[in-house]
C-alpha cells in the first residue's frame, strides 16, 4: 500500500484572466501565511521520499515545509499553454482557441501540449512511482497535475476534472491499494 499527500502550491502573484502554465510565477505576499497553514496541516508526517514540480511555486512550499531536498521531476510541472502563456485568455487571438475550448482533452495548444499530452507525463512518473517501495510520498505540485493524478488513480473521471481543482495550498492524501483494488482518496484539505 502507498499513501499519496498531492500538495497544492499556494496563490500566485497573477491575475485570474492571465493564461499561466509552466511560466515560472511569483507567489502572493500572502505565501508565508498560506504555507504556514500547509505545513501546519502536514502535521509532521514523515515521508519516505518528497517529489515537486521544478518550477519556483512548487519549490518554494516545498522548502518552507521542511523538504529542501525534494526531488525534482518535470513530469511533474502544470500543462505547458505554449504560445498563450502569460497572455489574458480573453486577448488571445490565436484562431486555435475556440477549438481548443470545444476540445481541450484533444486539441493541443498552439506551441504547448494537449490535456492528453499533459496525463501521459503525469501517467509516466506514476508509472515509474509505482514500481519504488515506498510507502509515503508527497508530491508538490500544481491543480492540473493533481487532477491528472487523480485521474489516472480512478478516482476523478475526465469529464469532471476540473470540478475537483483543489484550492491554492490544498492537500489530497490518497491510498493505492498494493495490488489490484481501487485507491481512495482519504482527506481533502
Same mark, same amino acid.
Given at each position: 500500500?502507498?499513501?499519496?499527500?498531492?500538495?497544492?502550491?499556494?496563490?500566485?502573484?497573477?491575475?485570474?484572466?492571465?493564461?499561466?502554465?509552466?511560466? #515560472?510565477?511569483?507567489?502572493?505576499?500572502?505565501?508565508?501565511?498560506?504555507?504556514?497553514?500547509?505545513?501546519? #496541516?502536514?502535521?509532521?508526517?514523515?515521508?519516505?521520499?518528497?517529489?515537486?514540480?521544478?518550477?519556483?511555486?512548487?519549490?518554494?512550499?516545498?522548502?518552507?515545509?521542511?523538504?529542501?531536498?525534494?526531488?525534482?521531476?518535470?513530469?511533474?510541472?502544470?500543462?505547458?499553454?505554449?504560445? %498563450?502563456?502569460?497572455?489574458? %485568455?480573453?486577448?488571445?487571438? #490565436?484562431?486555435?482557441?475556440?477549438? %481548443?475550448? #470545444?476540445?481541450?482533452?484533444?486539441?493541443?495548444?498552439? =506551441?504547448?501540449?494537449?490535456?492528453?499530452?499533459?496525463?501521459?507525463?503525469?501517467?509516466?512518473?506514476?508509472?515509474?512511482?509505482?514500481?519504488?517501495?515506498?510507502?509515503?510520498?508527497?508530491?508538490?505540485?500544481? =491543480?492540473?497535475?493533481?487532477?491528472?493524478?487523480?485521474?489516472?488513480?480512478?478516482?476523478?473521471?475526465?469529464?469532471?476534472?476540473?470540478?475537483?481543482?483543489?484550492?491554492? =495550498?490544498?492537500?489530497?492524501?490518497?491510498?493505492?491499494?498494493?495490488?489490484?483494488?481501487?485507491?481512495?482518496?482519504?482527506?481533502?484539505?
Amino acid at each position: 500500500m502507498m499513501e499519496l499527500t498531492l500538495i497544492r502550491h499556494t496563490s500566485v502573484a497573477v491575475a485570474p484572466s492571465i493564461c499561466y502554465g509552466q511560466t #515560472d510565477v511569483a507567489l502572493n505576499d500572502t505565501f508565508e501565511t498560506e504555507a504556514e497553514k500547509v505545513k501546519r #496541516d502536514l502535521n509532521g508526517t514523515v515521508f519516505d521520499i518528497v517529489f515537486t514540480s521544478p518550477l519556483s511555486r512548487c519549490r518554494l512550499l516545498a522548502d518552507y515545509c521542511g523538504f529542501p531536498n525534494a526531488e525534482q521531476d518535470t513530469r511533474l510541472m502544470e500543462m505547458n499553454f505554449g504560445d %498563450w502563456e502569460m497572455q489574458r %485568455w480573453d486577448e488571445i487571438t #490565436d484562431p486555435r482557441l475556440q477549438e %481548443w475550448f #470545444d476540445d481541450y482533452v484533444h486539441v493541443c495548444v498552439t =506551441g504547448g501540449e494537449s490535456y492528453i499530452q499533459h496525463g501521459e507525463r503525469i501517467a509516466s512518473f506514476m508509472a515509474q512511482l509505482s514500481q519504488k517501495p515506498y510507502r509515503r510520498v508527497a508530491i508538490f505540485t500544481h =491543480g492540473g497535475s493533481m487532477l491528472h493524478i487523480l485521474t489516472a488513480l480512478g478516482l476523478v473521471r475526465v469529464e469532471e476534472a476540473f470540478d475537483h481543482q483543489p484550492p491554492y =495550498g490544498g492537500i489530497v492524501r490518497v491510498t493505492i491499494p498494493s495490488a489490484s483494488g481501487t485507491a481512495q482518496e482519504t482527506k481533502e484539505s
